[in-house]
């Protein structure tokens, strides 16, 4: 199985990509909706996490307020890397069983779409990694536009993550979002058909079918083996 790391910074367009290999059959594994959920209400998460930061941070329904915690986590480096040490295993796990459930099912090809695949090094289990990359400016500009932030607000959290500068350096492929919807499209129409080239022996070994074959080698070499001696 061919596991295709996709990231960015924010609001660099990441999300926009991952809906077009959606488009494409090509599933993806999607981390912000699995920390997501590793924030609702009554989740081991949810628990861990309200008992660090206090019920200041919930909402008078008691879901968190992911504003306000937004706010918090994203001023304030230490009680960023707290969420995340307290989130970490929930996210991880989450990942896992959605590849899981994926490798069962027997796809070839599927993107892991994290924001955070360097930082939290996960890149090492991806290959190849795409980075979506924006000017600067335009990231300012769309973050606040989307999302109807302030300037200090949209800064903080494009600070709050490794340099979009030294991602791309990191990349196998940079899409650069800087254009228009329309360029994406076209430069995502060549991305496409490198992830989708034929997949290498070593990943063909990692997908589900690959691994089947391997297991029916070895049962058809050992009863060949027991009928010759
Ligand atoms: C702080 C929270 C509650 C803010 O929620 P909110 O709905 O405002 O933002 P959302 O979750 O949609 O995230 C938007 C973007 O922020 C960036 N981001 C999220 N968490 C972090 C983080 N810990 N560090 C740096 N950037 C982050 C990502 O680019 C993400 O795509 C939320 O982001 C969160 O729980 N973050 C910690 C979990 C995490 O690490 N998520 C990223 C998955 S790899
Ligand atoms: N080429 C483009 N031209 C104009 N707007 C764009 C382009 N690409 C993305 N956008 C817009 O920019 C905003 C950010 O894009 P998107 O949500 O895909 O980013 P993201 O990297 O997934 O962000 P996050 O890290 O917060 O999840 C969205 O409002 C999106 O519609």
Redesign the pocket.
């Known amino acids: 199985m061919r596991m295709v790391g996709l990231t960015?910074?924010?609001?660099?367009?990441?999300?926009?990509v991952s809906s077009m290999f959606k488009h494409n059959n090509i599933p993806i594994v999607d981390a912000?909706v699995i920390a997501r959920d590793a924030l609702k209400k009554g989740s081991g998460g949810y628990k861990k996490v309200v008992a660090a930061f206090g019920p200041d941070i919930l909402q008078d329904d008691g879901h968190v307020d992911r504003l306000k915690l937004g706010r918090i986590v994203f001023s304030d480096a230490a009680k960023r890397q707290l969420l995340n040490r307290l989130l970490a295993p929930y996210i991880s796990s989450g990942i896992f069983l959605e590849i899981l459930k994926l490798w069962i099912k027997g796809h070839k090809v599927i993107v892991l779409d994290i924001?955070l695949l360097f930082e939290a090094k996960l890149d090492k289990w991806t290959k190849p990694i795409v980075v979506?990359w924006v000017d600067p400016e335009t990231q300012l500009r769309?973050?606040m536009?989307?999302d109807n932030s302030t300037e200090e607000d949209a800064r903080n959290r494009i600070n709050a993550q490794m340099s979009l500068n030294l991602k791309k350096s990191r990349a196998d492929i940079v899409i650069d979002?800087t254009?228009?919807?329309q360029?994406?499209q076209e430069r995502f129409g060549e991305v496409l058909s490198q992830v989708k080239r034929p997949l290498m022996w070593t990943e063909f070994w990692l997908s589900r079918d690959g691994a089947l074959s391997a297991l029916l080698g070895v049962i058809i070499g050992v009863l060949v083996v027991k009928k010759i001696f």
């Not at 960015?8 to 926009?16: H, L, M, P, Q, R």
Request: proline residues 5%.
């Open positions: 960015g910074g924010i609001a660099s367009g990441k999300s926009t912000d924001p979506v769309r973050l536009a989307r979002n254009g228009s919807l360029d994406l």
